[in-house]
């Protein structure tokens, strides 16, 4: 695969992160699992409620 699609995986699994992280989620455990699940795990992240 092109190197340009590890860079953009990698950038969205920070960008959730992040967003997790404003959610007072673990900002470490959305990182995981976004390089497993990309953006599904974004669609999870925006969708769940912030606690």
């Given at each position: 695969?092109?190197?340009?699609?590890?860079?953009?995986?990698?950038?969205?699994?920070?960008?959730?992160?992040?967003?997790a992280q404003?959610?007072?989620?673990?900002?470490?455990?959305?990182?995981?699992?976004?390089?497993?699940?990309?953006?599904?795990?974004?669609?999870?992240?925006?969708?769940?409620?912030?606690?």
């Amino acid at each position: 695969m092109n190197n340009e699609f590890y860079v953009g995986w990698g950038t969205l699994a920070l960008i959730n992160a992040g967003l997790a992280q404003g959610k007072n989620r673990t900002g470490l455990n959305w990182f995981l699992l976004s390089l497993l699940l990309g953006p599904l795990a974004t669609l999870f992240l925006v969708l769940s409620a912030k606690r």
